[in-house]
């Protein structure tokens, strides 16, 4: 199954570039993200905005965009049933691509370990976010990919007042052999 697609972030109409993702499509959560991406079932990334940015400035610094767009409304509901909720407590590297949660705790500690989201049982959600700073601290997370190509751009997006951000075009990236 493919795996790579890409989204291009845009502030106020002009581009700021392009982000590549490479997905683990063996997560149901990918093969939706994928789907949104394409937009081959009516719903798409293209169009929706960022909401905020979590800990700006610090270790685990990340861009949520908590929705995608179906017919040209924000809508946040998952488009697949059944996606996988487990959480990994990991260290965060740059670039990882996981599940948002609505329900973000800066304050919350957990068995002494800082960190920001709690678990949601029933997170059936559309949204995500990439990270841009990583965090040496272990703490929950739901990944599904990782950016290979343009967190420059990402990181660039987290300057700007994050609902100003828009995803502008995503897609699917095609390998060579099949061009």
Not at 51 to 58: D, I, K, L, P
Not at 99 to 116: A, F
């Amino acid at each position: 199954m493919p795996s790579e697609v890409f989204l291009e972030l845009s502030v106020g109409g002009k581009c700021l570039g392009r982000v590549y993702i490479n997905l683990w499509t063996n997560k149901r959560r990918a093969q939706q993200f994928l789907t949104l991406c394409m937009g081959t079932l009516g719903p798409s990334y293209r169009g929706a905005m960022s909401s905020e940015v979590h800990n700006q400035g610090e270790p685990g610094e990340n861009m949520v965009f908590p929705h995608h767009v179906e017919s040209g409304r924000a809508n946040e509901q998952a488009i697949f049933s059944n996606v996988e909720l487990e959480e990994y407590q990991t260290t965060v590297v740059e670039g990882l691509l996981g599940l948002p949660d609505t329900q973000y705790q800066p304050q919350t500690y957990r068995h002494s370990i800082p960190y920001n989201y709690q678990t949601l049982d029933n997170c059936q959600t559309s949204g995500f976010v990439i990270y841009t700073i990583g965090s040496p601290r272990g703490f929950p997370v739901r990944p599904f990919g990782k950016v290979f190509s343009g967190l420059d751009v990402v990181k660039a997006a987290v300057r700007h007042t994050p609902n100003s951000i828009t995803i502008s075009n995503c897609g699917l990236i095609l390998p060579n052999s099949l061009i």
